[in-house]
């Protein structure tokens, strides 16, 4: 895939371990996760969920972020301040068949497997980080996408709700079972999430593995310096 200069390979290989996505900042994390989410478009390349393609420049494919069911997650949540809890959850479902077809039901079974129903009429600047992140996620799981990606969803957080969401994080991807990508600076988190690591320098993926693997085999010093080994 060929995001403007940047050329990437990265590659979800089935099955529902997530990836973390690591690297130092303007490396080009948070750039990937807009791309497979249709919100900026590369200039050549192939972007597919499995067997689904989402663009192809050399076919003329260029999904529509709507059309592309990915979750999307942004930094901060991104959540609409004028807008309840519900109907940010709902507005997940815009431009669905679902959005005026039982909706409403939708995004409240989603809160309620997230346990978050009773915030349902909350406004989102009355709401903890936790429960953001919550309804962030709810937002992102309701269009039941082939692939959710979280841009630092815990990095809004105190350490104490930190240590909880990340907990309760790791426990909602798995009942979700659905493929992830969470881009994050903290290695208790890809521990926590069981993540395969994919690292990014200057665009490109230079590494990827279990994080005993790049601990024990650092090959680049940003990796020796995040997983704590001294390079070879």
Do not use: C
């Given at each position: 895939?060929?995001?403007?200069?940047?050329?990437?390979?990265?590659?979800?290989?089935?099955?529902?371990?997530?990836?973390?996505?690591?690297?130092?900042?303007?490396?080009?994390?948070?750039?990937?996760?807009?791309?497979?989410?249709?919100?900026?478009?590369?200039?050549?390349?192939?972007?597919?969920?499995?067997?689904?393609?989402?663009?192809?420049?050399?076919?003329?494919?260029?999904?529509?972020?709507?059309?592309?069911?990915?979750?999307?997650?942004?930094?901060?949540?991104?959540?609409?301040?004028?807008?309840?809890?519900?109907?940010?959850?709902?507005?997940?479902?815009?431009?669905?068949?679902?959005?005026?077809?039982?909706?409403?039901?939708?995004?409240?079974?989603?809160?309620?497997?997230?346990?978050?129903?009773?915030?349902?009429?909350?406004?989102?600047?009355?709401?903890?980080?936790?429960?953001?992140?919550?309804?962030?996620?709810?937002?992102?799981?309701?269009?039941?996408?082939?692939?959710?990606?979280?841009?630092?969803?815990?990095?809004?957080?105190?350490?104490?709700?930190?240590?909880?969401?990340?907990?309760?994080?790791?426990?909602?991807?798995?009942?979700?079972?659905?493929?992830?990508?969470?881009?994050?600076?903290?290695?208790?988190?890809?521990?926590?999430?069981?993540?395969?690591?994919?690292?990014?320098?200057?665009?490109?993926?230079?590494?990827?593995?279990?994080?005993?693997?790049l601990a024990a085999h650092p090959a680049t010093e940003f990796v020796a310096e995040v997983f704590g080994s001294p390079l070879a």
């Open positions: 895939m060929r995001v403007g200069e940047l050329d990437l390979d990265v590659r979800l290989d089935g099955g529902v371990q997530p990836v973390a996505l690591v690297g130092p900042n303007g490396s080009g994390k948070t750039t990937l996760l807009r791309t497979i989410a249709g919100a900026y478009r590369p200039s050549t390349g192939v972007i597919a969920v499995g067997d689904r393609v989402l663009f192809d420049s050399a076919r003329g494919i260029d999904l529509p972020p709507e059309e592309r069911r990915v979750g999307y997650v942004p930094q901060g949540y991104g959540l609409f301040p004028h807008l309840r809890v519900l109907d940010n959850v709902r507005f997940g479902l815009a431009g669905s068949a679902q959005r005026d077809n039982g909706a409403q039901a939708s995004a409240l079974a989603v809160l309620e497997q997230l346990e978050a129903a009773h915030l349902a009429e909350r406004w989102p600047d009355t709401l903890s980080g936790g429960e953001r992140q919550r309804v962030a996620l709810a937002r992102a799981l309701v269009t039941e996408p082939h692939i959710l990606l979280l841009d630092e969803p815990l990095a809004a957080l105190d350490a104490a709700a930190r240590r909880t969401m990340r907990r309760r994080l790791a426990e909602r991807l798995e009942e979700s079972a659905v493929p992830a990508m969470v881009i994050t600076h903290d290695i208790r988190d890809i521990v926590a999430l069981s993540a395969d690591v994919h690292v990014m320098e200057e665009g490109r993926i230079v590494q990827r593995g279990p994080a005993d693997a």
